[in-house]
């Protein structure tokens, strides 16, 4: 079935929206407008919901490169983060106390890159559950993202190349582009493009990446 982007952001909208929304039970119907308000707002800001990212973009790349991350957690430096949704440029977590741990994990973070800066704060409305406290941790890109909210080909790249090609010192098998895609485009996705990359960045990032490992720079290519 061919990728739909349209038909996956609205889907992760309204899953977003019954995970987030959907179980304050206990809040007054004005609670909820202010809360549906404001994830309209973060999406309209930080893109669609989304359920992974590509192992290269910024919330994520703070990892161990043999065993690449694609889904936030202590594995790429945040603590105390529960129950997540994430979104092309951010993630909303809501963790029950006052979230100071996130808060702190990400300013010990303190992912300050060419491409963009990792920030955090608390948000001022209900989500998941009346006793948790939402925190919103954002990608702050260095260059305006242009309005479709896809990371360009000038920017996602180089991040690509600067967490796969160190790889070489210790690789001992080169991996194919059907084995590396959902490390490299995200998800949901189709065959070469996701709701972080376009077609055209899709299919520039494969090529790029085969004629790497045709060198021969990670070994002999796995089949």
Known sequence: MAFRAE???KAGYEAAESYLIGRLREASAQERVRSKEA???????LGPVVDAYPSWHPLVRHHNDRHPV???????????LDHIK???????TCPYGDGQEVLDSVEELAFKHTAATITAKRLNVKFYSESATPILVKCEWSKTLPMDKLIPLSI?????????????EWSQ?????????????GAPRGARSSLFVSQETGQAIKKVWEALIYTGMFGPIKV
């Open 70 to 80: 694609t889904l936030p957690g202590r594995e790429c430096g945040y603590e105390g």
């Open 39 to 45: 994830l309209l707002d973060i999406m309209d800001e």
């Open 7 to 9: 038909d996956a952001a």
């Open 86 to 92: 994430c979104f092309a440029h951010g993630f909303v």
């Open 173 to 185: 098998m080169a991996e194919t582009w059907e084995s590396m895609r959902p490390y490299f485009l």
């Open 156 to 168: 996602a790249m180089p991040l690509l190349l600067e967490k796969e090609v160190p790889c070489w």
